[in-house]
């Protein structure tokens, strides 16, 4: 065997030689200067399924703005009925109930994005996987619950209660009606109001 053979390896083309580190035998690899926040502080916080995440509250700088408290009075007083607004609720399996306020995204392990930062999550249990791992987002508008399909995998369907199955499409949202079923993939969530 002569000095140039690698014992079977494949080493890089003549004429080209990485840059490798004396001391550890190791490739040095050129790596791209990113960007760096002003703090790089890394934050994780627990999150339990079937609990909305709450992101923590960001430090607060050398600044405190304190802001005086209204004044109330009869003037400037709002007064809710207990029934002004229903409340919308989702049922898996007959048994988990998650209530619905505002955004909620929906799949196996969801993320809030940039178009909801502040939104819920709800991750929910699929053996089967054919729930993508962020499916769905759920909206109110006016009172009005919303779906709409995140380009999941195996879709997104309404199923008013006696009529036929409407797919919402990819990048669409479409009304979710009081009594409905909502099926993402396999898994068939009913959808309550009251």
């Known amino acids: 065997m002569s000095d140039t053979d690698d014992e079977g390896f494949i080493g890089l083309p003549p004429g080209m030689t990485a840059p490798v580190d004396s001391t550890s035998g190791t490739i040095k690899r050129d790596r791209p200067e990113r960007p760096r926040a002003g703090r790089d502080e890394i934050v994780f916080f627990p999150v339990v399924p079937g609990t909305p995440s709450i992101a923590p509250a960001p430090a607060a700088e050398d600044t405190?703005?304190?802001?005086?408290?209204?004044?109330?009075?009869?003037?400037?007083?709002?007064?809710?009925s207990r029934h002004s607004a229903p409340g919308w609720r989702l049922?898996?399996?007959?048994?988990?109930?998650?209530?619905?306020?505002?955004p909620l995204y929906l799949g196996r392990s969801p993320i809030a994005t940039a178009g909801h930062p502040q939104a819920s999550v709800?991750?929910?249990?699929?053996?089967?996987?054919?729930?993508?791992?962020?499916?769905?987002?759920?909206?109110?508008?006016?009172?009005?619950?919303?779906?709409?399909?995140?380009?999941?995998?195996?879709?997104?369907?309404?199923?008013?209660?006696?009529?036929?199955?409407?797919?919402?499409?990819?990048?669409?949202?479409?009304?979710?009606?009081?009594?409905?079923?909502?099926q993402l993939g396999d898994l068939v969530i009913q959808v309550e109001c009251g």
């Open 122 to 182: 709800f991750a929910v249990d699929d053996a089967a996987k054919s729930v993508s791992k962020t499916h769905a987002l759920l909206e109110l508008d006016g009172g009005v619950l919303w779906v709409s399909d995140l380009d999941s995998t195996n879709g997104v369907w309404v199923v008013p209660a006696g009529e036929d199955a409407r797919e919402v499409l990819p990048g669409t949202r479409a009304v979710v009606p009081a009594g409905a079923d909502l």
């Open 91 to 102: 049922v898996i399996d007959g048994r988990e109930s998650v209530a619905v306020g505002g």
């Open 64 to 80: 405190v703005v304190e802001i005086p408290a209204p004044a109330v009075d009869d003037a400037t007083s709002i007064r809710v």
